[in-house]
């Protein structure tokens, strides 16, 4: 098995189960944001074992909603979320297209790999950073 067989294979098990729960789970919100609200997600704070914070540290946690809506927005932005699936999808597919063309068409050129298609080791490496930033973000 060489890097490129490995690679390929972790794509697809990855595309298929890691990458397309997030993206499916993802697509739920973006579809219905009222899914997630603002007023949920402070309460949600309260309920972690925040007690004994201040009135400061609570609004400081609560802000934290703003990373998915506009400040005193009541729910959170579609339009972010799709941004979330593009960028995940951008970063997936761009390995995938790579892993696929390199191991159905071994014999394009001397390297086994066709030119266009080049990727560097950065590329992959991108991918775990973008689907854990995302997963994070939405844990």
Known sequence: ???QDGWQRWCDRF???HSGVIRRS????ASN?????????EQEIRQRGHQ???????????AGFDIFAAPGQPFIDAGSVKQDITTLDAVISRVNTYTSKTIAH????LHGAPADLAVTWAEPDAVLDAV????????
């Open 1 to 3: 098995m060489t890097a």
């Open 33 to 41: 944001p009222r899914m997630a609200s603002r007023d949920w997600y």
């Open 15 to 17: 595309d298929k189960s």
């Open 26 to 29: 993802l697509n739920g919100l």
């Open 52 to 62: 004994g914070r201040d009135t400061w540290e609570l609004a400081e946690l609560d």
């Open 132 to 139: 854990g930033n995302i997963y994070r973000k939405y844990q």
């Open 106 to 109: 071994r014999d394009d050129t």
